[in-house]
Nanobody
Framework: QVQLVESGGGLVQAGGSLNLSCATSLRTSDTYALTWFRQAPGKDREFVATITWSGKVTYYAESMKGRFTISRDTAKNTVYLQMNSLKTDDTAVYYC?????WGLGSVSPAEYEYWGQGTQVTVSS
């Protein structure tokens, strides 16, 4: 059983920044890809970014490229999502998910067994 706990969400003005964290119960030896998704009210859960077990390879949704940065600290068993130049359309609950795979995680939320509880990000105009 993998536990994931997100934090760092909040209210920010458009153009601002937030840094989300996802603390995991993974051990350094666990080969899990970690991925951020988000879900806005009335919309499907949407892929944001994923990072490999090693932390060396990342992949982003097109609309997040250049604004969001995913990273992980394997020693702390934590994955981060630095979000800059936030837009009102970025308002959503952001979720962390884990996939037992050494490569990049899937962009499909259906592929993930482990999820955090989510953290709310609200961007005001």
């Amino acid at each position: 059983q993998v536990q994931l706990v997100e934090s760092g969400g909040g209210l920010v003005q458009a153009g601002g920044s937030l840094n989300l964290s996802c603390a995991t119960s993974l051990r350094t030896s666990d080969t899990y890809a970690l991925t951020w998704f988000r879900q806005a009210p009335g919309k499907d859960r949407e892929f944001v970014a994923t990072i490999t077990w090693s932390g060396k390879v990342t992949y982003y949704a097109e609309s997040m490229k250049g604004r969001f940065t995913i990273s992980r600290d394997t020693a702390k068993n934590t994955v981060y999502l630095q979000m800059n130049s936030l837009k009102t359309d970025d308002t959503a609950v952001y979720y962390c998910a884990a996939d037992k795979y050494w490569g990049l995680g899937s962009v499909s939320p259906a592929e993930y067994e482990y999820w955090g509880q989510g953290t709310q990000v609200t961007v005001s105009s």
